[in-house]
């Protein structure tokens, strides 16, 4: 939710820790703050509100010094405040702490501390760390590392930590639990961040530290070990996207590059995973026999990759004999699922991080169950608990409200489903030649929606005063309606319902007026819902619903119906979904743009929930 920063070099530390932490904004940002060790004190400076309120109490009292630590918060324990905001002090302001994650037991720490003369200062579930470091030194903790291995073992709950230590101000500490936590390598200097994004354009080789692990890093070195004092000899990764990913590269907003980076991204996952002859083999740790053998998944996720894994079942119940079955994360861990060792869990997860997805996958494990993620972030907890991955390659996805990796997420189903399903003989190779043919021309769709980007512009417009809007469509274009109406309702603060259209008979009907747009996804191949999505429109138009359909080229009926019909081109129903949502998020985009929104940083909203 929060963001981490630190650094150890010979360059000042501020500026460096103001420019991860600006990069890592999207995460939270209610208040921030940093810390530097500079002549024989650890100096701080916290504000409240964005990032810019902090550089401004620098710039007029700058901080010197080479090691420091940064925090961009979203408030978790505590209102937005100075008082609240990170770092946190030991009482004699000798040790300095981040934290990004939720200490559980921090009200019973905070009360032993008390009784034994702590004083706090702040609301925070984080500030019992420091004073908690700072007791284990008083009672003989023999080095600052000591003290802070005695402290994490009292921590319940999810800490990504950077630490300073007075008395040792050429290193900075961390520690992983829960919440991630890289240590970017870089020439006589080192750095700590909660995501790549904010040093990328500072180094190109990347440790991810594993849950249990805690680092110390100087200008000269990093050293790794257990929180059980066991040396770690950790395995350096080179990040492989360019600085150049996490810019804005000339678009107004992170959220409108990242739609337009969807053709490539979409392009370049079939060059991966399509081979020349037309083939698409099963993932690692995988294979054709398991999936011949396999006949239940369940696929677990959240908010938008929820809808990608609707999307999902929907194929590979199409395309295979395998049942499939799709539930939000933070209802599967707490219902009973009754899913035997046989069934294949896929969770779905853009950050790789999400609390109650990583919650499922843990369930599934202890159940015996085999684990193939789809997934955005190499290191990240997903990817590291799963048995088999599918990376979306997507690279980071700045913008809260997710595109590409949504569109990403629905081609790896794609692909997933094909592979399965000729694996299993459901498919003959001419099937699967056609279907790969068909799949093949998705980018190049998605492409042409992007491009009619300034008439669905005056269309959002139009539309987007109203309190509301509902979003229908049918079959493979219902997950499709929901995620219309999940985009528009978080960037654009309108509420948005989506619907399954045969639905609208059974309550929602009742919404329809002449001020409540309708987004009817109704496009037109071979489907046989498209009469049934047809009739739907008919019924909104009889009670005088303003209508914008989603339509394929050369309809002539919708535009009868329709206040404003947005046309992309005619693909294969399975693969609609990828393009249709293309128009939906434009649409979303600029109603959020008319209505005034912080499109990137919608309010209440983080890019990782890394808390339940
Ligand atoms: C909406 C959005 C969220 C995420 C959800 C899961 O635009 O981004 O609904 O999809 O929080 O996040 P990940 O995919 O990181 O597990």
Redesign the pocket.
Known sequence: MCGVVGYIGSKQAAPILIDGLKRLEYRGYDSAGIAVVCGGKIVSDKEVGRLVNLEKLLEANPLEGVCGIGHTRWATHGVPSRANSHPHFSSDGTISVVHNGIIENYSELRDELMAQGHTFLSETDTEVIPHLIEQALADGAMSPAEALRLTLKKLRGAYALGVLFRDEPQSVYCARLGSPLIIGLGENENFIASDVPAIINRISRAIYLNDGEMAVLKADGVEVCTIDGQPVVPEVKEITFEAEAAEHSGFETFMLKEIHEQPRILRALLTKHVSAEGTIQPPAGLSENYFRKLNRIMIV?????YHAGMYGKLLIENLTGIAVETDLASEFRYRDPKIDPGTLIIPV???GE?AD?LASIRMAKEWGCKIFAICNVEGSSVVRESDSVFFTDCGPEIG???TK?YTAQQMAFALLALCIATARGDLTPEQLKSYLDDLQEIPDAVHYVIQQKDDIRKIGEKHHDGPSSLYIGRRFNYPTALEGA??NK?ISYQHAEGYAAGEMKHGPIALINESLPVICICTKTADEVYEKMLSNVKEVEARSGRIIAVATEGDTELCKLSDDVIYVPEVRDEFSPMVNVAALQLLAYYAARARGTDIDKPRNLAK??TVE
Not at 301 to 305: D, E, F, I, R, W
């Open positions: 996720s959240c908010g938008t990759a997860s853009q950050s999400t997805t809260v409200a997710s990796a999940l985009k978080e990782s929930v």
